[in-house]
Every structure is written in structure tokens, then in C-alpha cells.
Nanobody, 117 residues
Framework: QVQLVESGGGLVQAGGSLRLSCAAS????????VGWYRQAPGKQRELVAA???????NYADSVKGRFTIYRDNAKNTVYLQMNSLKPEDTAVYYC???????????WGQGTQVTVSS
């Protein structure tokens, strides 16, 4: 099955930046869309950003203007560039994708992002 592996999380001070990576085991074009979700302790998982094969992007209101989702097709990887980070961004971030052939949702293991005040 297709696998997604996240990386790039860590500890950063408020106002800092991190770049998360979601590497797919197969062609990124077999997945549409690909997105990033996050889940803070005691809270429900929420959509942060998503991108389609055609390049259309969607962002949660809370991250618009601060986060950017983009692809590197040669590396079969989707990135989430996070700037101007806030303590409220602290969460486990998960990569998610829907397979083109059978519309199944695939999830990565998650990567921790912690933003200190």
C-alpha cells in the first residue's frame, strides 16, 4: 500500500519557522488531494492545508498568510512551510492523501510541532 512519512517537526519559538515534509512511497500524482491536518492534545483533528494535482490549494483560516503548501514532484513530496508560528500552532501534524484509483484515505504517522511563547 501507499505510505506517507512525515518529517520536519520540532521545537521553535513563537515567530519562528518550520518546514514539514510528507514523502510518498509512490508517485504523488496517484494521490489527490494531499493535505496536512493537525491535532492538539484534547482537541479534534483539523484540516490545515491541502493541495490538488492541479495545484489548487486550500488553507484553514487560522493559518492563511502564514503557511504555504507546495509539491516537489521529482521527490514525490508535499511540503508545509510554516512561518510566523504561534503557540496555538502546537500540535501533532499528520499528512493525509486520497488515492486516485479507489478514493481511500492514507495517513502518515505524524510529526510533533511545539511552539513556545
Amino acid at each position: 500500500q501507499v505510505q506517507l512519512v512525515e518529517s520536519g517537526g520540532g521545537l521553535v519559538q513563537a515567530g519562528g519557522s518550520l518546514r514539514l515534509s510528507c514523502a510518498a512511497s509512490g508517485s504523488i500524482f496517484s494521490l489527490n488531494p494531499v493535505g496536512w491536518y493537525r491535532q492538539a492534545p484534547g482537541k479534534q483533528r483539523e484540516l490545515v492545508a491541502a493541495i490538488t494535482t492541479g495545484g489548487t490549494t486550500n488553507y484553514a483560516d487560522s493559518v492563511k498568510g502564514r503557511f504555504t503548501i507546495y509539491r516537489d514532484n521529482a521527490k514525490n513530496t508535499v511540503y508545509l512551510q510554516m512561518n510566523s508560528l504561534k503557540p496555538e500552532d502546537t500540535a501533532v501534524y499528520y499528512c493525509n492523501a486520497r488515492t486516485v484509483l479507489n478514493f481511500r484515505d492514507i495517513w502518515g504517522q505524524g510529526t510533533q510541532v511545539t511552539v513556545s511563547s
